[in-house]
């Protein structure tokens, strides 16, 4: 691989920023609006994707409430931003074991924001835009460090999805 397809690859991912707890939207989306705003999110990432009859189905296994009134707000939206990352390394059944622990031990704002800022941080690390990750959060509790070994094997599998397409151009 090219110098000049790395810095490509590096540049897909500068910048890249997920939407805070606060940010996302708390109107009230419909599931098409939903799948869009997620998909928007998550663009810069290649194959990382959602599809409303994927959050149909994760309603239906009880990772995500159901929407009230054909409506998702942001607390679910949060939940759907993390489960279009964690599902291309987890099984969904590790994803709900995941978010139950969550639930149990921290506030979903706390935990949502806590992951962007990891998610961000370990992923310009991958790329090559930082020579070492950031030390985020100050407790190194069990919950932190599967979320931390969750986000680095998305962080890799992201590198290296983007690194076998840059070959096959």
Not at 36 to 52: E, H, Q
Not at 128 to 152: C, H, Q, W, Y
Request: proline residues 3%; hydrophobic residues 40%.
């Amino acid at each position: 691989m090219t110098q000049q397809m790395k810095d490509a690859m590096a540049a897909a991912v500068n910048g890249f920023r997920l939407p805070r707890y606060g940010e996302i939207p708390n109107v009230g989306l419909y599931l098409e609006q939903v799948t869009k705003y997620i998909c928007d999110c998550v663009a810069p990432l290649g194959d990382v994707t959602i599809t409303g009859s994927m959050i149909s189905n994760y309603v239906k296994r009880g990772l995500v409430e159901n929407p009230v009134k054909k409506q998702y707000y942001r607390g679910q939206i949060a939940y759907l931003v993390y489960i279009a990352v964690a599902k291309n390394v987890l099984s969904l059944d590790n994803i709900g074991l995941l978010l139950d622990m969550q639930r149990r031990t921290y506030d979903q704002q706390v935990a949502y924001d806590y992951f962007c800022a990891e998610f961000e941080n370990l992923l310009y690390y991958v790329f090559g835009l930082k020579s070492a990750p950031d030390t985020v959060g100050t407790e190194a509790t069990d919950e932190k460090i599967m979320l931390r070994n969750t986000i680095i094997t998305v962080a890799h599998k992201i590198y290296l999805d983007m690194c076998f397409r840059a070959l096959e151009a």
